[in-house]
């Protein structure tokens, strides 16, 4: 069993920085592969960052590649989600996921444990 909670969310200006956290409880979190996944009003949850459980590799989708750097530290059983160059359309409820499943990292169905979310709001 692994628990997810995720905090750095809030109101931020376009353009600006925010920088996301997932803390997860349990002794086997480097053995987890995890994802930052969104969801916007009115849309479906979307694959945002993956970083396989060694740290090794990690994977983005396109609208934010060069802008957010996903990251974690083993030792501290947390995973980050750097945001810079904010945009409007970057607002939503961001949710942190574990997954055993490499090959399916940017798959929601492949996600074994989820946390609640945070709240990104953009403002233009």
């Known amino acids: 069993q692994v628990e997810l909670v995720e905090s750095g969310g809030g109101l931020v200006q376009a353009g600006g920085s925010l920088r996301l956290s997932c803390a997860a409880s349990?002794?086997?979190?480097?053995?987890?592969?995890m994802g930052w996944f969104r969801q916007a009003p009115g849309k479906e949850r979307e694959f945002v960052a993956g970083?396989?459980?060694?740290?090794?590799?990690?994977y983005y989708t396109d609208s934010v590649k060069g802008r957010f750097t996903i990251s974690r530290d083993n030792a501290k059983n947390t995973v980050y989600l750097q945001m810079n160059s904010l945009k409007a359309e970057d607002t939503a409820v961001y949710s942190c996921?574990?997954?055993?499943?490499?090959?399916?990292?940017?798959?929601?169905?492949?996600?074994?444990?989820w946390g609640k979310g945070t709240l990104v709001t953009v403002s233009s």
């Open positions: 970083i396989t459980a060694s740290g090794g590799s990690t």
């Open positions: 349990g002794r086997t979190f480097s053995s987890y592969h």
């Open positions: 996921a574990a997954s055993s499943r490499r090959n399916y990292i940017v798959k929601s169905w492949a996600m074994d444990y």
